[in-house]
Antibody, heavy 119, light 111 residues
């Protein structure tokens, strides 16, 4: 069974770049067939899909965040990462990484990590 | 404002059957599969139903999904206290800005 674990700073200053990494265990990112995704949840709110990367490096982002998002993969470390630039308080959320057997749903999720944007 | 519309709350007593609705449009539910996630308090979401009505291994058959036109439903029969959670529907949206869309979530309370 695939397991995912998010890591990164819990506090980011406004206008800076949020950077998170997801470490995958129990499966290889490079084996193919999966889309590796990021999803966020604002405090007390619903879920928002951020984007995904395929093992080949192909990416697809939520159009509302596309101009600020970069998702990359490091197959040697079995990790994928999220960078969100020019953050504001509105980006304060719990960020989840997840595996997606198809481009439109998520079967395994990390536990999530709270990122607060504040000076 | 979520693209998919769910009632904010639902409730039932143990043993009852409850349904949670999810309304969308022709660009999402009307032309793509619907998925359901369960989020227990303080935990990450968990896949509950995929491709409209399929249950992942380990999900009890008390949970079932259906879809008709641009709407979908999640039914929970034999309601149990441990079913108290937030439930989210999701689908791919084929509009000009194609992406995964979620419902706003329904908080299920077991009375």
């Amino acid at each position: 069974q695939v397991q995912l674990q998010e890591s990164g700073p819990g506090l980011v200053k406004p206008s800076q770049t949020l950077s998170l990494t997801c470490t995958v265990s129990g499966g290889s990112i490079s084996s193919g067939g999966y889309y590796w995704s990021w999803i966020r949840q604002h405090p007390g709110k619903g879920l928002e899909w951020i984007g995904y990367i395929y093992y080949s490096g192909s990416t697809y982002y939520n159009p509302s965040l596309k101009s600020r998002v970069t998702i990359s993969v490091d197959t040697s470390k079995n990790q994928f990462s999220l960078k969100l630039s020019s953050v504001t308080a509105a980006d304060t959320a719990v960020y989840y990484c997840a595996s997606a057997p198809d481009y439109n749903y998520f079967d395994y999720w990390g536990q999530g990590t709270l990122v607060t944007v504040s000076s | 404002q979520s693209v998919l519309t769910q009632p904010p709350s639902a409730s039932g007593t143990p043993g009852q059957r409850v349904t949670i609705s999810c309304s969308g449009s022709s660009s999402n539910i009307g032309s793509n599969y619907v998925y359901w996630y369960q989020q227990l308090p303080g935990t990450a979401p968990k896949l509950l139903i995929y491709r409209n009505n399929q249950r992942p291994s380990g999900v009890p058959d008390r949970f079932s999904g259906s879809k008709s036109g641009t709407s979908a439903s999640l039914a929970i029969s034999g309601l149990r206290s441990e079913d108290e959670a937030d439930y989210y529907c999701a689908a791919w949206d084929d509009s000009l800005s194609a992406y995964v869309v979620f419902g706003g979530g329904t908080k299920l309370t077991v009375l």
